[in-house]
């Protein structure tokens, strides 16, 4: 991570926003302050914006910030097969956590239950397993991010 890239967070204040400069019009800004990300595409009447908040659970609809520059903020979804995922879990937008789930090796033994779909005798090498789901705060969205090894302890 170049340091020159960390920005003050739009929707939480921290200087914790990772910005990554994709082209003269875009711009993704990604948090780790509150785990929310945007860019600057992400604008209120954008289509956009629109088609992304189709495909998203109710909750992260309800989470959509908007910043003072009129850009929309939804929580991050980390899908890293083989060390976990991190969404945003919950009711509402006043009651909700990340959720935290670290992937485990398939056994040899369990592998013919989580075949590769469309591949011939071709089997997952990582599950995400749920037993080992953890809740962590907004602020904490780091720890999440650490307690499935993304980020060291
Ligand atoms: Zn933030």
């Given at each position: ?16 926003c ?18 929310f990300?945007s860019n600057?595409?992400?604008?209120q009447?954008?289509e956009f ?6 495909s998203?659970?109710e909750?992260y609809?309800?989470l ?14 980390i ?9 945003a879990n ?6 909700w956590?990340?959720a935290?789930?670290?992937a485990?090796?398939?056994k040899?033994?369990e ?7 469309d ?12 037993t ?6 907004e602020?904490?969205?780091?720890d ?7 980020l060291p302890e």
């Amino acid at each position: 991570m170049n340091a020159d890239n960390l920005t003050i967070c739009l929707r939480c204040g921290s200087d914790a926003c990772y910005t990554t400069e994709v082209n003269d019009k875009i711009t993704n800004y990604s948090c780790f302050g509150c785990g929310f990300q945007s860019n600057s595409l992400m604008k209120q009447g954008e289509e956009f914006l629109s088609e992304q908040l189709e495909s998203l659970p109710e909750l992260y609809k309800d989470l959509l910030f908007e910043d003072e520059n009129g850009q929309g903020w939804l929580p991050q979804t980390i899908n890293l097969p083989e060390q976990g995922m991190i969404f945003a879990n919950g009711g509402n937008s006043e009651d909700w956590k990340w959720a935290a789930v670290r992937a485990v090796e398939v056994k040899d033994e369990e592998k013919t239950k989580y075949p590769i779909p469309d591949k011939k005798d071709e089997f997952y090498k990582h599950r995400m397993d749920m037993t080992t789901m953890e809740m962590f705060e907004e602020r904490d969205f780091i720890d999440a991010l650490s307690y499935i090894g993304v980020l060291p302890e």
